[in-house]
């Protein structure tokens, strides 16, 4: 049982265009939520979070957006560079506690020059 | 280390034999995990050790699967009787303590079994 769905397995954007990643999840007892970038050959790098108590999260050119009561959070980056060409996994967790990250099976962007 | 780092980057073993992948998590983190990523899979959690506390043991997908953490340091992961099946990419990742989400992953190890 996927309990973080991302159902995009592969999106392509042009370059200067928003790229929109989308992520759904179904356990209700999440509230911390993460983005990872990967790149072929590496491991999984953070980008960015959010936490439940809010509902956007920004970093440069990179958003969060966090919908608690459809379940669903999104990640957009505006303006989409070549180098965001990458997968992107979405992560959760129930906080607090040690429970590990679970994560989506991610999203491969290639943004077109 | 800088980083954290698994060795081997790459291994191909053939089926039924037993291997180990190794985990040298950032110095001081308390917290390390493994990871594993099987063909067109996301992440799926396998192991989770804490400090000094009983490792979390509930992602290990059958009882060839097995892992330690030696002096709250280096971790192994042993696999025994590999199957086809076992083939992925085993990731490690460490983090400075529980509540923290700051994961840092290592590059992986592509394991093949053939």
């Known amino acids: 049982d996927q309990q973080v769905k991302q159902n995009s397995p592969s999106l392509s954007v042009q370059e200067g265009r928003i790229s929109i990643l989308n992520c759904d999840y179904t356990n209700s007892m999440f509230d911390y939520f993460l983005w990872y970038k990967k790149y072929p050959a590496e491991g999984p790098t953070f980008l960015i979070s959010i936490s439940s108590i809010k509902d956007k999260n920004e970093d440069g050119r990179f958003t969060v957006f966090l919908n608690k009561s459809a379940k669903h959070l999104s990640l957009h980056i505006v303006p989409s560079q070549p180098g965001d060409s990458a997968v992107y996994f979405c992560a959760a967790s129930v906080k607090p506690g040690n429970t590990p990250l679970v994560f989506g099976k991610g999203t491969r962007l290639s943004v077109i020059a | 280390g800088a980083g954290v780092s698994q060795s081997p980057s790459n291994k191909v073993t053939e089926k039924g034999k037993d291997v180990e992948l190794r985990c040298d998590p950032i110095?001081?983190?308390?917290?390390l995990y493994w990871y594993r990523q099987s063909l067109g899979q996301g992440l799926e959690f396998l192991i989770y050790?804490?400090?000094?506390?009983?490792?979390?043991k509930s992602g290990l997908p059958s009882d060839r699967f097995s892992a330690e953490r030696t002096g709250g340091s280096v971790s192994t992961l042993t696999i025994q009787r590999t199957q086809q099946e076992d083939s992925a990419v085993y990731l490690c990742?460490?983090?400075?303590?529980?509540?923290?989400?700051?994961?840092?992953f290592g590059s992986g190890t592509r394991l093949t079994v053939v």
């Open positions: 990742a460490s983090s400075s303590g529980p509540g923290s989400y700051g994961y840092t």
């Open positions: 110095s001081g983190h308390t917290a």
């Open positions: 050790f804490q400090g000094n506390s009983a490792p979390d």
